[in-house]
């Protein structure tokens, strides 16, 4: 046999066995002699006796027999086993603490009488030689077992199951057990998030029907296929399934692992998934639910189970009793959910190991076992008999949640899980959003049935139809929930503002520089005696002599500083700060501002060398100066230092992993550099946080409690793959402090020769293509495991998130043109440096600004919660993104408005932070929603048309007969109508039929007003002066939003303005505009339908 045993773990495992069978406690103190009996059965798969040959050997032997005596071990089996278990002699012995190695072969000529004959007199021998400690319920079939149970029958021996005490004695696992273990636990979870996690997201996508065997299926097929990317580094002949996989949903439900998934359809509401690996005969088990559109009461259940899994494995610990642990998880169900307590799993799962399931250590109410360091348990938290009232069928009525995972107790600290797989809600939820709802699909079938204008003139274009039935209901719904929202924005905002949660910086008072506390200190030179200027380095003092008193200035004082050079003399002029020096910027707080300051001084001295003189006095001007300039600048470096430093957070202190297995990157660029010159280094994750070491040495930590934002970005369409993180607060590198942190490194040649000649067919481009497409592949792999070892070693503390590509626009949020890409969290742009990261949570309202038909792109302001903080802008947005950009913030229910100016925000955001109490008493944002006021407007222009009326009574004869010729030729103007009555929101939808009846009745309704207010004017003897300064309407094509006449009782009226010109002068005499040519009339026509439909269109 070319097959190989571990001897060292051989002997170091059989001395365990025999060191508590030495120990005598409890039945082990009854066995005089053990004896596994394997025998062939195809269909057995898991068995102690099979177990303990593997734990003890590394393999499987059927048709053997091993008798464990006092003084002896004894095999009897084949003689190609014989010859694989002599690789064992010679090794062991008392040295060990082992008993001596028995081999026997077969012999089929006599049955193996002799051989049996010897297995007795070695139990015999043993002790009392009278009880056998064996596995009760492994009764191999075969001939060559029955002839052992022959053998063994006359004898009389009695019998002790052994077989909790064996499980218990093989529980705790070795580092190289825990090792296969954790493999098998890997692929697991590889199988789920790589490969059935899409397979079921493709099903639901495709509206599939696929049954649960067929799904089960093809889990099986992944692990039988050899050519699997997921297997490479395993050996592939050791990797099998622990049970057929189970996939189970549509109400019928079953927490079991003995279930076999049936032949009905996915359901596609809750649907669970159980399957587990083994690997070199260790198992492994993963199970996880998948929700489909689930009811905010079946999410809340499922995140409680997440919670309560992480109790269990907090309880978890060596030495601890399996039923407090389950009893600990009971109690906080009663606590935190009464109404499970009947629905919740009866026991919270069981250790597994060689076997998959070892029945005597059960996390149940009953089991008082302890737990120990090593052991692998399959934890199981489910419940069942949920019900879903917002299910759209009855199989989705009846809700069941099942997870589960393979974890490692541990000495000293919480259980460890093994399969990573995600399991929070929002990484197993599926939100199905149906572009309308059933009643809406009624509706245009309804509508589509009963329309009688198919054909000719009442025919609209299809785009008109698509645009008036589907896109109009989408737009309702979103304007809708824009106004949901912005009643919830202001009255948050208010509740924000009245709770005093509003986010203002306090600012620091810095104390006035001191330059001498004492007077003492005051410098002795001989140049303060002698009144010259003098510089003191030391407390970064100018002494300067006033008035013949020298008098200290500390260099913080002065403002700037110059020198000249006029004729003979040197003049040296000192600017120092004073309230007002400094409008417009920073200017410095002054404790005493009332105080009297001296504003500037300026020192004249001679350049000409007296007599005796080793220098001009000027020189000491010139000295001066040189030192205060030098001075000034150490002081502002060091001020601008201390003021980068001033709002730093204390972070915490790196706490180092020894652990070599540690996830880590290597050869990573950081932005922004450390110093001038690029330096790769090498990202590695320690226990609380990473570490970032430059090949120089430099050192950079991010702590994982202060990174609001773990962001990966693939290299799909970039020139870089990287991780980034948008910190909390920020931290100090380089000298600066930095708010966002990046590593990346390069996919492919940036820059490209262009006078290379190049060929469509070149094989060395080709091959240079290939070769980044594998190294992108590459990268692409090493940073996405390196992200799901992070989140595995934090637990989920720690989450990166990856940007929607498919959702991303062009903008400028900074000089240049970017991908602007939404996460689940943020939109950002990571590739262009510095880069862009906004928190969706802390944006409070975006405004869009330059929203105009006429402009090719528009603005998009952000308005954050706090309203001390500066908004961001992001300009030069595509006009075509628009409502790209409006879906994806309705989504996120983010509230936008839009408006046609640009606003000065400082200005906006300066006046509200003032009086923000009086900011939402007068309607808070409502001013940057149009729409917000429409029934405000809606009465104002109801009491224009009041008002306009009674001035109605006013006008003169002149205008309400000329208005009489104009309703005569209301047929006439019926096919310019069409034009205008399109550029109204209310009658885009009308025919040509509905809008010819509609202007004629117009038309007649306004020259019966016309008829009445002719009546009544002529009756009171009203000049008509008032008719020909209403009649200055504005300039043609002005239309008001509505597109109603002031004066027209229709509601599909004219333009509120009227969108044609009236005459400029109107004559005195009704019988001189009746003598016009019709043509005339028509073009002089005051009525706002009379619009061309040749200039109405475009």
């Known amino acids: 046999m070319s097959m190989k045993v571990d001897k060292e773990a051989f002997y170091r495992r059989a001395k365990r066995l025999y060191s508590t069978w030495k120990g005598g406690d409890g039945e082990w103190g009854k066995v005089d002699a053990v004896v596994c009996a394997v025998g062939v059965d195809e269909e057995v798969v898991y068995a102690k006796s099979t177990a303990l040959q593997t734990w003890l050997l590394g393999y499987e032997l059927t048709d053997t027999v091993i008798v464990f005596a006092k003084e002896s071990m004894t095999f009897l089996a084949s003689k190609k086993k014989i010859e694989f278990l002599r690789q064992l002699e010679g090794v062991g012995g008392a040295d060990k603490g082992v008993p001596a190695l028995k081999l026997l072969t077969r012999d089929k000529d006599d049955k193996d009488k002799k051989n049996f004959a010897k297995l007795v007199d070695t139990i015999k021998e043993s002790n009392k030689g009278k009880t056998l400690g064996v596995f009760a319920r492994d009764k191999f079939p075969g001939s060559f077992m029955d002839l052992w149970r022959d053998a063994l029958k006359p004898e009389g021996f009695e019998t002790v199951d052994l077989t909790t005490q064996f499980g218990y004695l093989m529980a705790p696992k070795e580092e190289s057990e825990v090792h296969t273990i954790k493999k098998a636990a890997l692929l697991s979870s590889d199988i789920f998030d790589k490969y059935l996690k899409d397979h079921i997201a493709d099903i639901i996508d495709g509206d599939k029907k696929k049954s649960h065997s067929r799904v089960s299926k093809d889990i099986e097929d992944q692990i039988q296929n050899k050519d699997n990317k997921l297997l490479s580094g395993l050996d592939k002949s050791n990797i099998d399934m622990c049970y057929p996989p189970i996939i189970q949903s549509g109400g019928n439900y079953k927490l079991k692992f003995s279930v076999v998934s049936d032949k009905e359809n996915l359901h596609f509401g809750a649907i669970i998934c159980s399957f587990g ?10 199970v996880r639910t998948f929700l489909v559109d689930p009811s905010q009461d079946v999410q809340d259940v499922y995140s409680y189970l997440v919670t309560l899994e992480e109790l269990i494995l907090s309880k978890l610990k060596d030495g601890v009793k399996l039923s407090d642990v389950y009893n600990a998880a009971m109690d906080n169900v009663k606590k935190e959910k009464p109404e499970l307590m009947d629905k919740i799993s009866k026991n919270f799962g069981f250790c597994m190991g060689i076997e998959f399931r070892e029945p005597a250590l ?24 949920l019900s879903n009232k917002d299910a759209k069928d009855s199989k989705g009525k009846n809700v069941a949640l099942f997870i589960g995972d393979t974890v490692e107790v541990k000495s000293d600290e919480n259980a460890v899980v093994l399969t990573p797989a995600k399991k929070k809600a ?7 959003k ?8 009624e509706n245009k079938d309804n509508n589509a049935e009963i329309d009688p204008q198919m054909f000719g003139r009442g025919r609209r274009s299809a785009v008109l139809d698509q645009k008036l039935r589907t896109d109009s209901t989408m737009e309702a719904k979103r ?5 949901d929202l912005l009643e919830k924005m202001n009255a948050a905002a208010l509740k924000r503002l009245q709770d005093g949660d509003q986010g203002g910086e306090k600012v620091k008072m810095r104390k006035a520089p001191v330059s001498y506390k004492t007077p003492g200190l005051l410098p002795k030179e001989s140049e303060v005696k002698e009144l010259k200027i003098y510089v003191d380095k030391k407390y970064e003092t100018v002494i300067l002599p006033i008035f013949g008193v020298p008098v200290p200035f500390h260099i913080a004082t002065i403002k700037n500083i110059s020198t000249s050079k006029e004729g003979d003399y040197t003049y040296l002029r000192i600017n120092f700060f004073h309230p007002g020096a400094s409008v417009g910027r920073d200017e410095p707080r002054y404790p005493n501002p009332e105080a009297t300051f001296l504003k500037e001084v300026t020192y004249k001295s001679t350049n000409i060398k007296e007599p005796g003189e080793i220098a001009a006095p000027s020189s000491n001007l010139d000295t001066a100066f040189r030192l205060i300039k030098e001075i000034q600048k150490k002081f502002k470096t060091r001020e601008a230092e201390e003021k980068e430093k001033a709002d730093l957070v204390e972070q915490d202190q790196l706490i180092i992993s020894s652990n070599k297995g540690n996830p880590r990157l290597k050869d990573l660029y950081i932005r922004p550099n450390i110093v001038q010159k690029r330096l790769s280094g090498i990202l590695e994750a320690h226990t609380n946080g990473f570490r970032y070491t430059s090949i120089r040495g430099d050192k950079v930590d991010i702590m994982y409690n202060n990174i609001k934002h773990a962001l990966f970005q693939p290299c799909d369409g970039e020139m870089i793959i990287l991780l980034h993180f948008n910190l909390k607060n920020p931290i100090m590198f380089g000298k600066k402090k930095q708010q966002d942190v990046q590593f990346y490194t390069e996919v492919g040649e940036i820059t490209t020769d262009l006078g290379k000649h190049q060929h469509m067919h070149d094989r060395d481009d080709l091959a240079a293509e290939q070769a980044e497409r594998e190294l992108r592949q590459k990268l692409k792999q090493a940073f996405k495991g390196f992200c799901e070892k992070v989140e595995s070693t934090t637990k989920g503390a720690l989450e990166f998130d990856s940007p929607f590509r498919e959702l991303g626009f062009q903008g400028v949020p900074h000089r240049e043109t970017v991908l602007l890409l939404p996460t689940s969290s943020a939109l950002c742009n990571l590739t262009s440096w510095p880069p862009f990261v906004c928190t969706l949570e802390d944006v409070e309202l975006v405004h869009f600004e330059r929203v105009q038909l006429s402009l090719k792109n528009f603005d998009m302001v952000f308005i954050f919660k706090d309203y001390n903080r500066k908004v961001a802008m992001v300009t030069s947005i595509p006009m075509t993104m628009l409502d790209h950009v409006k879906e994806w913030l309705n989504s996120c229910d983010i509230k936008y408005t839009e408006g046609i100016q640009s606003l000065n925000w400082t200005k906006v955001m300066k ?5 923000p109490e009086g900011f939402f008493e007068s309607g808070g944002w409502n001013f940057l929603d149009p729409e917000s006021g429409s029934e405000e407007e809606d009465g104002d222009s109801e009491e224009e048309d009041e008002n306009f009326e009674l001035s109605g009574e006013d006008d003169g004869s002149d205008f309400s007969e000329s208005d009489d010729d104009f309703s005569e030729d209301s047929n006439l103007s019926d096919e310019e109508n069409y034009s205008e009555e399109l550029d109204s929101d209310e009658s885009s939808g009308k025919d040509w039929s509905d809008l010819e009846a509609e202007a004629a009745e117009s038309d007649r309704n306004r020259s019966e007003d016309e008829d009445d207010r002719h009546r009544k004017s002529s009756k009171h003897g009203k000049s008509s002066k008032h008719s020909s300064s209403f009649s200055k309407s504005p300039k043609k094509g002005s239309s008001s939003k509505h597109g109603s006449s002031k004066h027209s009782s229709s509601k599909h009226g004219s333009s509120k303005h009227g969108s044609s010109r009236t005459p400029d002068k109107k004559s005195k005499s009704h019988d001189r505009d009746r003598d ?3 043509k005339r009339k028509r073009d002089r026509s005051g009525s706002s339908h009379h619009k061309s439909p040749k200039k109405s269109r475009r």
Do not use: W
């Open 479 to 483: 304007k809708q929930h824009q106004r």
């Open 277 to 286: 690996i083994r690997y070199k005969s260790y198992c492994s088990n993963l």
């Open 911 to 915: 006046t509200i932070v003032d009086d």
């Open 434 to 441: 149906d572009v309308d709802s059933e009643d809406e699909k």
């Open 1076 to 1078: 016009r040519g019709d």
């Open 362 to 385: 059960v996390i149940g109410p009953n089991c008082d076992r302890k737990a120990k360091a090593g052991m692998v348990f399959n934890i199981n938290v489910g419940v069942t008999g």
């Open 426 to 432: 929002k990484k197993v939820s599926f939100i199905l």
